[in-house]
């Protein structure tokens, strides 16, 4: 039988995938296979599924799985690196804005979103201090945001009694985490994407208070509060290459 979580592995060609097992929702038989954007590869079956069974299943989709890496793996190439100057386009909740640098040693320095754009102030046009800037900004707004849609989605999570502490941590593979003590812990860079996803990431964690591991219940549960889960899921993934190189 099959550990959920557990890491298995094929060969295709000259190089070696790993790909993650996941329990499979509901009493279908049917193996399904997901790629995400940072190349990470999860197959979701059935744990009591044979081990040898799984494996010629993975297999026959070997080569698309491979051509889903080569993609993500080069628009991951593709993407240029941050310069922080004007005429760039920022992410936030899901929309992009155009980055404008001023130079003032008057105006107080900060970040706006003024007429559609990222206006950053300064006293001196240096990278560093652009980036430090925007940090700031997002990291507050970020706080503002995830507040007000914990608010939300906590009409939805009837199993939590009492609105869960927030903590702002950057992380470059996690979007969120939620601790046994009801703490949790959100991502900055989140607050680039969509509120629809943000809520997803929210309630995941919300349902980690009631079932810790990703069991079949836990995702029999997010079904019920959040049906469409998996659309917002995989929105989120498309987006992630984009925004954590737009990451501060």
């Given at each position: ?11 295709y ?10 329990a ?113 900004w ?42 046994p ?66 990451a501060?």
């Amino acid at each position: 039988m099959l550990n959920n979580h557990e890491t298995l592995s094929f060969a295709y060609g000259d190089e070696v995938i790993e790909f993650e097992v996941n329990a499979k929702l509901g009493d279908s038989s049917k193996i399904s296979i997901k790629v995400a954007s940072d190349c990470k590869v999860q197959v979701f079956t059935p744990l009591d599924i044979e081990h040898t069974q799984l494996m010629n299943a993975v297999k026959k989709r070997s080569r698309w799985i491979y051509q889903q890496l080569c993609v993500f793996r080069e628009q991951t190439q593709l993407i240029t690196p941050r310069q922080y100057v004007s005429g760039e386009s920022h992410y936030y909740l899901g929309k992009q804005y155009q980055l404008k640098v001023i130079e003032s040693a008057k105006e107080i320095q900060g970040v706006k979103l003024l007429r559609g754009k990222l206006q950053v102030t300064l006293r001196k046009k240096e990278v560093q201090k652009v980036k430090d800037l925007l940090a700031q900004w997002y990291r507050v707004r970020a706080k503002d945001v995830f507040t007000k849609r914990i608010t939300c989605m906590i009409d939805q999570a009837l199993w939590v009694s009492a609105t869960p502490s927030l903590r702002l941590l950057n992380m470059q593979t996690q979007w969120g985490n939620c601790s046994p003590t009801g703490m949790l812990t959100l991502n900055p860079y989140l607050v680039k994407a969509p509120t629809q996803c943000i809520d997803y990431v929210i309630l995941h964690e919300l349902c980690h208070l009631a079932e810790h591991n990703h069991s079949e219940r836990f995702y029999y549960l997010m079904s019920q509060v959040m049906p469409d889960w998996e659309k917002r899921k995989n929105y989120l993934d498309g987006m992630a290459v984009r925004i954590f190189n737009d990451a501060i």
